[in-house]
């Protein structure tokens, strides 16, 4: 506790031993500028200390009193690599809204979570290939470890067949890698990657 408090003063945030103590026990709030200066003198991201890292696969994680996800979702939302769900899912009135397709909200997610620099890096054909890759292989594991999630998923696109007839551009249509996640889609995805990467290989041996 000592060095911790020791560190967080060196960072320009002083917080007593005793207030360290007080935050562990869940009796201290910890503000915006508390959580950056901890994480710094633990060397760690902030995520680390806002996200759950020894929660069990099946257990549904809380972020606000309407929505909860399991710990490998919140940390693919905390990444900017997908949407969180259960976020949508309690935001969206089934009555009323009309959901955007899935790629639409993927795009405009990272859009305003990643800054200009990282998306225009995110948006070259041969990054799209890779993360389409990564995607897939994930979804394939997800499937294979959490099998009550997408069946849980599969309920809702369900019912949303049964209110919504003929939609099959909705977020509720298709979860996110649903398709992805089938090993021949896996492969076709590997290929286009493979092409990618030999384009720009060559495009960098030109320049040289």
């Known amino acids: 506790m000592r060095a911790l408090s020791a560190r967080l003063g060196k960072l320009g945030r002083p917080i007593l031993p005793s207030g ?7 009796s201290r709030r910890v503000d915006v500028g508390d959580l950056v200066a901890l994480a710094l003198a633990l ?29 490998f ?26 959901p955007a397709p899935l790629q639409e909200l993927v795009d405009d997610f990272r859009r305003h979570s990643l800054p200009p620099s990282e998306r225009l890096r995110d948006n070259h054909t041969a990054a799209r290939a890779a993360r ?7 979804a394939l594991l997800d499937r294979l470890e959490q099998p009550e999630v997408f069946a849980r998923e599969d309920q809702l696109r369900a019912r949303h067949a049964e209110r919504h007839p003929g939609d099959t ?8 890698g649903l ?26 041996d030109g320049e040289r």
Request: aromatic share 2%; glycine share 2%.
């Open 20 to 26: 360290i103590t007080k935050i562990e026990d869940n």
């Open 43 to 71: 060397g760690v991201t902030p995520d680390r200390l806002l996200l759950p890292v020894d929660a069990a696969v099946d257990q549904d994680v809380p972020l606000t009193p309407a929505v909860a996800a399991r710990q």
């Open 73 to 98: 979702q919140l940390w693919a939302w905390a990444r900017a690599e997908s949407p969180l769900m259960a976020g949508l899912v309690a935001l969206i009135d089934d009555e009323n809204d009309s």
């Open 132 to 138: 389409d890759v990564l995607d897939s292989t994930r």
């Open 169 to 176: 551009s909705s977020v509720f249509a298709r979860a996110p």
């Open 179 to 204: 398709d992805a996640s089938q090993p021949a889609a896996l492969r076709a995805r590997l290929k286009r990657l493979i092409a990618e990467v030999e384009a720009l290989i060559g495009e960098a």
